[in-house]
């Protein structure tokens, strides 16, 4: 299969969730400085990801994206953006 396996300690969610739910935890943090996703976006592009994060929260959705920050980061999660985005029904 090609595949390699992954040691990790006992955590909710999948590797993937967890690395995710910090890419956008950063990325919300830069929000929360240069108001500005485009920026964002295209910064991570020119780094080399195939989309930015504020793409890929679109793509996944901002409910599931705001369930998976609220479970993987509950210490550090502030649901503040997402969970009027929700209420406002901006999903």
């Known amino acids: ?16 969730n967890n690395i995710l739910a910090h890419y956008f935890l950063v990325a919300f943090h830069l929000f929360s400085i240069t108001r500005n996703f485009e920026l964002i976006d295209r910064a991570m592009l020119e780094f080399g990801m ?16 705001y369930h998976v920050q609220k479970n993987i980061l509950s210490d550090v999660f502030s649901a503040g953006m997402l969970e009027e985005m929700i209420i406002l029904n901006r999903i």
């Not at 595949?3 to 990790?8: G, H, N």
């Not at 195939?50 to 994206?65: A, K, N, S, T, W």
């Open 1 to 16: 299969m090609g595949k390699v396996p992954v040691r990790a300690k006992d955590a909710p969610g999948f590797i993937v």
């Open 50 to 65: 195939p989309m930015g994060p504020f793409e890929l929260g679109d793509q996944v959705g901002i409910d599931i994206l």
